[in-house]
């Protein structure tokens, strides 16, 4: 079965650069898009990055997705870290049968 | 402006079958493309696909709980429903669902607009 891991947890201080990587377990990543969810306490996931790299309006331009094949990996990166941005983030991508996989999810404190 | 809302029983016996609404509006599920999925989250866990409904009724479903879920849609009342059966403690989750649309070649899209959740407890 197809799987997404991410790190458990990240930290970095506010107006720092943070990066979150979610790896694929086989096949190639880069073969279907990611997408990167953030979720707050008690609210539902919103997305902030879709289709590996595009923004919804909206969503800050301090926000981008990428992706490498060589490790098999989306990543998203926030730049100019605020303390809005600490929350939970899940990557999204589908297996080769077209059925939905979500990465475990990675918890950001900016602190 | 698309919104969707979850609703079903809070609390569930254990062995019961679990039926969930999503009752949603701004879209519709005759519409080409459009599809809503279902997506639940044990509380302090990571989020879970459960399954997926297509306009034009393809169903997708988690291959860990395919045998035990149903879900259907209603065009006529703008809703789709989820069942799943003989719920356990484990299954005590919040409950969303969601709208995607589907890309070229059928591809699933990203899950755009999210429903509040529900939160469904398994307990005897």
């Known amino acids: 079965n197809f799987m997404l891991t991410q790190p458990h947890s990240v930290s970095e201080s506010p107006g720092k650069t943070v990066t979150i990587s979610c790896t694929g377990s086989s096949g190639s990543i880069a073969s279907n898009y990611v997408q990167w969810y953030q979720q707050r306490p008690g609210s539902a996931p919103t997305t902030v990055i879709y289709?590996?790299?595009?923004?919804p309006s909206g969503v800050p331009d301090r926000f981008s997705g990428s992706i490498d094949s060589s490790s098999n990996s989306a990543s998203l990166t926030i730049s100019g870290l605020k303390t809005e941005d600490e929350a939970d983030y899940y990557c999204?991508?589908?297996?080769?049968?077209?059925?939905?996989?979500f990465g475990g999810g990675t918890k950001l404190t900016v602190l | 402006q698309i919104t969707l809302k979850e609703s079903g029983p809070t609390l569930v016996k254990p062995t019961q079958t679990l039926t969930l609404t999503c009752t949603f509006s701004?879209?519709?599920?005759?519409?080409?493309?459009?599809?809503v999925g279902w997506i639940r989250q044990p509380p302090g866990k990571a989020l879970e696909w459960l399954a997926l409904i297509y306009w034009n009724d393809d169903k997708r479903y988690s291959p860990s709980l395919k045998s035990r879920l149903t879900i259907t849609k209603d065009t006529s009342k703008n809703q789709v429903v989820l069942t799943m059966t003989n719920m356990d403690p484990v299954d005590t989750a919040t409950y969303y669902c969601?709208?995607?649309?589907?890309?070229?070649?059928?591809?699933?899209?990203?899950?755009?607009?999210w429903g509040q959740g529900t939160l469904v407890t398994v307990s005897s």
């Open positions: 701004g879209f519709s599920l005759s519409t080409s493309g459009v599809g």
């Open positions: 969601a709208h995607t649309l589907t890309l070229f070649g059928g591809v699933i899209g990203n899950f755009d607009y």
């Open positions: 289709e590996d790299n595009q923004r």
């Open positions: 999204q991508s589908y297996d080769s049968s077209n059925l939905v996989v």
